[in-house]
């Protein structure tokens, strides 16, 4: 049975139909077996890896005119480089086995492909073409057939942003995390934006609350009246929306408290997006006492006659790097009402800066980022837009 790709693609079934051994695999379009000379003239075997435009599962035409390759520099008969294939540079790891030795730039006649079929024949027909004139029978060794995996992933569709970027392989770190969103206000819908563009292995959403208008010009998106007169709890509808993209979401209706922290305390890292300061002294403090990872987020904002002033508040918790946290946001066996936090002002691009901040954090912990920011307290002045 072909791969859907190839049913809705006439370019692959074209190319699968004239017997080219090829694959789809991270976002990659990848031609394998492709003969050709090397420098001492022997015949050898190579893989061609090409960028995948697409659209949902629909496959968009080559915006780009070079490709990369894997294994040695290809030669014409006479041991010299085939000059067309222009400069040639070394690449790094792109992940899923994916091993470029070059990136090739090799002109089409009209500036660009019309098609991944021209693209992919062009490319193999200037690598293998000295090889094929020596080697007539090599031909035949490059008949195989079609390879798609079914990759495991709990993403909908191929993210082809980040084999765009070259970054797939960046993405293993992510694949086993298990990452939990406590309050799904203003804050932590932006978060839940950001971790549904991930492959993760589960991304629980905990909310007793109906979204409602007001959470509406606090989250990402934009809700219709008939959404919002529908009151369907933050959970329900936050993960119908991000469901289409990442099938990892599992919601529940409900608010962390004595009967259910237990639930928190086999994740990963947990994002407290919270504005009780009674809550979220509970909470942290329950997974301070079970090493629970964890990364708190809050807006602590007044509002005058003419502006509106105050911080944004990242803090980050780990084991053996809970001590800290009195002095983030006060007393932990204290409710703190008169902490500035219980003003409760949100605003869209503050919430939006702390779900950013957050989600940034986690990902220099895992080691996404080159550097790792080892503050555990961050305040944003709103007035200053500069660190504390």
């Known amino acids: 049975m072909s791969h859907p790709l190839i049913n809705l693609d006439s370019d692959f079934a074209r190319l699968q139909d004239e017997g080219y051994d090829i694959e789809v695999r991270g976002g990659y379009f990848l031609v394998h077996h492709v003969p050709f000379l090397g420098k001492d003239g022997k015949l050898q075997f190579g893989d061609l890896r090409i960028n995948l435009r697409m659209s949902g599962s629909q496959i968009l035409p080559p915006t780009v005119h070079t490709a990369y390759w894997w294994k040695e520099r290809p030669c014409l008969e006479s041991g010299d480089y085939i000059p067309s294939l222009g400069d040639l540079r070394e690449n790094a790891d792109f992940g899923n086995g994916l091993l470029p030795s070059f990136m090739f730039s090799l002109y089409p006649d009209n500036g660009m492909y019309k098609s991944y079929y021209d693209k992919a024949v062009s490319y193999y027909n200037t690598i293998a073409g000295p090889a094929l004139h020596k080697f007539p029978d090599a031909l035949r060794e490059v008949k195989a057939r079609l390879i798609i ?14 084999s765009k970027s070259n970054l797939s392989h960046m993405n293993q770190l992510f694949k086993t995390q298990r990452v939990a969103i406590v309050g799904l206000g203003g804050t932590g819908a932006y978060v839940l934006d950001y971790l549904a563009k991930l492959d993760l292995k589960e991304i629980a959403l905990y909310d007793g609350d ?21 009151r369907m709890s933050k959970c329900e509808y936050l993960a119908s929306i991000y469901s289409n993209m990442n099938n990892a979401i599992q919601w529940h209706v409900e608010m962390i408290g004595a009967s259910n922290i237990h639930k928190l305390y ?7 997006c919270i504005d009780s300061n009674a809550a979220r002294n509970f909470i942290t403090r329950n997974l301070a006492d079970h090493n629970v990872s964890f990364i708190d987020s809050g807006l602590g904002l007044f509002v005058t006659e003419s502006s509106v002033g105050g911080n944004v508040r990242v803090t980050t918790a780990f084991t053996g790097c809970y001590d800290h946290l009195k002095d983030a946001f006060g007393d932990l066996d204290l409710d703190n009402e008169d902490n500035p936090y ?29 550097t790792y920011d080892n503050t555990l307290n961050k305040v944003f002045n709103v007035g200053q837009l500069a660190c504390e």
């Open 149 to 162: 995996p079914e990759e495991e992933s709990s993403l909908n569709y191929i993210d082809t942003n980040s």
């Open 210 to 230: 109906e979204f409602n208008s007001h959470n509406a010009f606090r989250a990402p998106g934009a809700p219709s009246v008939e959404t919002l007169e529908s």
């Open 266 to 272: 086999d994740y990963d890292i947990v994002f407290i």
């Open 342 to 370: 219980k003003t409760n002002v949100q605003i869209a691009e503050l919430n939006s800066v702390a779900a950013t901040f957050s989600v940034i954090k986690w990902k220099q912990m895992l080691g996404f980022y080159t």
